[in-house]
Structure formats: C-alpha cells, structure tokens
C-alpha cells in the first residue's frame, strides 16, 4: 500500500541521517584528535582516537588512527605500548608504506633505550 511505501521510505530517510550523523561525528572527533596531535595534546588526542570505532570508517583511515595512537605512546614516552601496536602495523601491512613507518619507529624505540641502558650504566660508575 501507498501508507506502508511512505513509511517505509521515512524509516530509510531516518537510518541514512543517524548513518551521516555518526560519520560526522567520528569526522569531527577525528579531526579534533589530529589538531590536539599538531599542538603536542597527545594524551587528549589518544584518548579521542581510541574513542573512534575503527569499524565504522574507512580501512585507510582507521590504520592512520591505529598508528596515530602508537605515535601518541611514542611521545608521551609509553614506549612498551608504542612497540606493540607498531609491531602489529610492522606485521599486519610488511612491505608497505605503514609497514616502514612502523619497522623504523621500533628501530628508533630499541635504540633509544639501549642508548639509555648505556648511559645508565656509565652514570653508576
């Protein structure tokens, strides 16, 4: 009937707004956290990214997310936690772009801290 077709195409207009209305939000609180990043809000921006539901957005962006948290460990010193989601990116994309990126920061990470063993050690002495 007319009334079921207007009803039902009314229930499709509502889901499509709530649909565009969560990607807005997650572009915004995307955003935000990339804008907290640039200005060394790092603990802020971890917290929205990892507020972001990566199953919600693109695959491009939610490995951008993934190792922008990674990135936010890394500076704020977390280096254990920064490893480990590296190591997933290293593993999860080898040979690509995201791979490299991960691949260098675990170098840089290792050979800071054997940097700071060592000094630890000539410090004692």
């Known amino acids: ?32 956290a990339e804008n907290l990043y640039k200005m060394g809000g790092y603990e802020k921006a971890l917290d929205i990214y990892n507020l972001i539901n990566k199953e919600d957005i693109e695959d491009e962006k939610a490995t951008w997310i993934t190792y922008q948290i990674a990135n936010c460990y890394r500076k704020l010193k977390a280096f254990d936690k920064a490893l480990e989601i590296y190591r997933k990116l290293e593993d ?10 991960a691949q260098w920061y675990i170098n840089e990470i290792e050979w800071r801290t054997e940097a700071q063993d060592k000094l630890e050690i000539v410090g004692e002495r």
């Open 1 to 32: 009937s007319k009334v079921a077709l207007v009803d039902e195409i009314k229930k499709e207009e509502k889901e499509e707004i709530i649909i565009n209305k969560k990607k807005d939000e997650i572009i915004n609180s995307f955003e935000i």
């Open 92 to 101: 999860e994309y080898e040979g690509t772009y995201w791979g490299k990126q």
